[in-house]
């Protein structure tokens, strides 16, 4: 059975499918399958001000690394928070998703 969303969390799923343009974003290990990342140090996680690429919340907080490759091939690096980093790799939403 489906999971029923909240006000928020349909506000945020909405935002993320605009921010994100309808591209699967992959999330983990991005920089190690990626050519034009070669020269980035791997981390983690990191702290940010800037807003998550992926929802456009402008909360600080971690951000990690995420691509996307449309269907002419071209690859976008998006840096986004945990929530959407779950999102992307899992399907599952935050349960009281920010939407500043």
Do not use: T
Not at 79 to 91: E, K, Q, R, S
């Amino acid at each position: 059975m489906g999971e029923i969303m909240n006000e928020s969390q349909s506000i945020w799923l909405e935002r993320v499918h605009r921010y994100c343009e309808g591209l699967p974003l992959a999330v983990g290990n991005a920089h190690e399958y990626c050519d034009q990342c070669e020269s980035v140090e791997e981390e983690e996680s990191h702290f940010s001000w800037s807003a998550c690429d992926s929802c456009g919340s402008r909360l600080g907080g971690d951000r990690l690394a995420a691509h996307a490759v449309d269907k002419e091939s071209n690859v976008y690096h998006y840096d986004i928070c945990p929530d959407c980093a779950m999102f992307h790799a899992n399907g599952e939403l935050p349960d009281n998703p920010e939407n500043d």
